[in-house]
């Protein structure tokens, strides 16, 4: 899970899943606490799903 | 007077046994031994081969520590003025000990130390950055190149002369940059290699990007409801106060904590080590960064089976790709151990 997807690319991470800004990945101050964890539930579960996902090559998840 | 050489081979060189012989302890030798002969030839007396250390490729494999300092301390009354190791070829084990020994030497010594190796000698990703390695065939059917090209080399640096790049003088490269004075302005170069590769010219570089390894996707999680999932973070997140001192930058270090009974990260419980960003949000809920809080809510449901009860987190920030690989392989070590079925890993 991370910002700078070509980053990871690089890196060669085989599932990749995109999120908010570096400071805060997985968050966003600008958003009330609860919004907040709503949105981070979103990204975890797309990373759960990408776990669960067969791939053969480099993938990002974007949804 | 000539420059004092002290060489490095194994037990097949010194001619006393193959694969059988391979757990031969160290010894020295005065004089050459084996290849050090060829050695003799082509340092044209410049440099003499004072000492020869003969060591067992599975000895030293398996008492690597132990080996190279018994070797540090036969060198020394030998007072050498460079080391060479090798030329090892494509021999595994016998490359990963004359990067080793290169790298003791030098530490120990501040002398040049050079090898010769295969590019493919696991030795040469290794230790490349400690020892002048000269690139060799893959066998022992390219000693008669090898010693030419690693004798003159090492005669250079005893003399210390300018080395040039390794494409001119023929070792691998080192990783290291020089500042180099051109009568082209750098715009000018940068716009003759683009034009260059446009018309599919071969150009050079002058900065090598690094290469990174691949590894194949790993399969995915069949049993979501039974996995145990483990967290693990380059976003610097540890208990507040960084107990293990991991550097906000270059990182030497990761951490291992123990998240059983913790619910959510708060500001009180946790923070980030990391010097690379700003750190108020991280700081503020340690969540964003490593989502604790959601993969408990998400055990308590049974999505997943279970949340790995230790978190693992390091820097990346300017953390060299040694060092993180070096990380890395630890980690997957711990987890696989632990027995957990897929990671989460989290960066910034």
């Given amino acids: 899970m991370c910002t700078i997807v070509p980053i990871s690319q690089t890196v060669g991470a085989n599932r990749i899943v995109p999120t908010i800004a570096i400071p805060h990945p997985l968050g966003n101050p600008s958003k009330t606490p609860e919004e907040e964890k709503i949105l981070r539930r979103s990204l975890v579960e797309r990373a759960l799903k990408a776990l669960q996902t067969e791939i053969t090559e480099q993938t990002v998840f974007t949804e | ?348």
């Fill in chain 2, 1 to 348: 007077m000539a420059f004092r050489i002290v060489h490095y081979i194994n037990q097949f060189y010194a001619g006393i046994g193959g694969e059988e012989k391979a757990d031969y302890k160290p010894e020295i030798r005065t004089g050459v031994v084996g290849p050090g002969m060829a050695f003799k030839g082509a340092l044209k007396g410049e440099a003499e081969i004072v000492a020869t250390v003969i060591c067992g490729d599975s000895y030293f494999a398996s008492n690597m520590d132990e080996a190279a300092s018994a070797i540090i301390d036969m060198i020394r009354e030998y007072k050498p003025d460079a080391f060479i190791a090798g030329p090892a070829f494509n021999a595994g084990r016998y490359g990963t000990a004359c990067g080793a020994m290169c790298e003791a030497v030098s530490k120990e010594f501040g002398i040049p130390v050079i090898s010769g190796m295969y590019p493919e000698n696991p030795g040469v990703e290794m230790y490349r950055k400690h020892a002048w390695i000269v690139e060799t065939p893959d066998s022992a059917a390219g000693m008669r190149k090898a010693v030419p090209a690693m004798a003159k080399l090492v005669l250079k640096l005893l003399k210390g002369e300018a080395v040039g790049r390794p494409s001119d003088e023929g070792y691998i490269e080192r990783g290291i940059r020089k500042n180099m004075f051109y009568e082209k302005l750098a715009a000018e170069r940068c716009v003759d290699m683009f034009v260059s590769k446009l018309k599919g010219e071969t150009f050079e570089t002058e900065y090598k990007m690094p290469v990174f390894d691949r590894v194949d996707p790993q399969p995915a999680v069949k049993d979501m409801k039974n996995a145990v999932i483990a967290l693990v973070t380059s976003g610097g997140i540890c208990p507040k106060g960084n107990p293990d001192h991991i550097e906000a930058s270059s990182a030497s270090k990761f951490g291992e904590y123990d998240i059983t009974g913790v619910n959510d990260l708060t500001s009180e419980t946790y923070c980030t080590a990391h010097g690379g960003y700003d750190a108020t949000y991280a700081d503020q809920d340690a969540d964003r960064v490593l989502p604790v809080d959601v993969l408990r809510d998400l055990e308590k449901e049974g999505v997943i089976g279970k949340l790995h009860n230790k978190f693992y987190t390091t820097v990346g920030n300017g953390t060299s790709v040694a060092n993180a690989k070096r990380f890395g392989a630890e980690i997957v070590n711990r987890l696989v151990n632990d027995g957990v079925t897929a990671v989460i890993l989290t960066s910034t």
